[in-house]
Structures are given as C-alpha cells and as structure tokens.
Nanobody
C-alpha cells in the first residue's frame, strides 16, 4: 500500500518561497506518476503539476508555470514542489498523490493521497 506524507507547508509573505516534500513508501515507484494538487477554502481541488517518476518529465498548470518546479529524489523516494514568487491566491492545502502510469491532471486518476499540508501566503 502506498503511503504519502507531505511536509514543508507554512506561512510565507507574498513573493516568498517554500519547498514542499512528499515522502513516498510502500511500493517501487518506477512505474508511477506523482501529482501535486491544492484546495483553497470554498473551492474545488485544483491540479498544480505532475512528474513522471521514471524519467522526471513534468507538467504544470498554467497558473503556476514558471513559478513552481517539481522534482524527485529517487534515493529518498521523495518528490518536491519548489514554490517561488508566491501569491496570496496560492494559499491552499497542498496534496501529493500517486498513480500507476502516465501523468494526469485529474485527481480522480490518482489512487493514493497524502494528508495535505497548509500553505498560507499573506503579509
């Protein structure tokens, strides 16, 4: 069974940076794609970006492209979300998710989820 644990959230000022981590366990992830999603209060869950575990290819939502970067460390079974130039509208609970196969922008395609970590962007 896949287990995902996010960390690294917190309070940051507009324009600041944060790096979220997602520690994965329970499987060999070579055939997996990992995704980051977020959900703000009163809003639907939103795709942020995804990475292919095998070759490291990535895909991002337009709203974060150029500001956020996803990477993975195979030796640590960890996926990262580096967030730069943060804006108040980035405030949300951020979730890591895993699925077998290709990257997807749809949360319903992911079978495993972490508990989420809160990111608040405010002055």
């Amino acid at each position: 069974q896949v287990q995902l644990v996010e960390s690294g959230g917190g309070l940051v000022q507009p324009g600041g940076s944060l790096r979220l981590s997602c520690a994965a366990s329970g499987r060999t992830f070579s055939r997996y794609a990992m995704g980051w999603f977020r959900q703000a209060p009163g809003k639907e869950r939103e795709f942020v970006g995804a990475i292919s575990w095998s070759d490291g290819s990535t895909y991002y939502a337009d709203s974060v492209k150029g500001r956020f970067t996803i990477s993975r460390d195979k030796s640590k079974n960890t996926v990262y979300l580096q967030m730069n130039s943060l804006k108040p509208e980035d405030t949300a609970v951020y979730y890591c998710a895993a699925r077998i196969g290709l990257m997807s922008i749809y949360g319903g395609d992911f079978g495993s989820w972490g508990q989420g970590t809160q990111v608040t962007v405010s002055s």
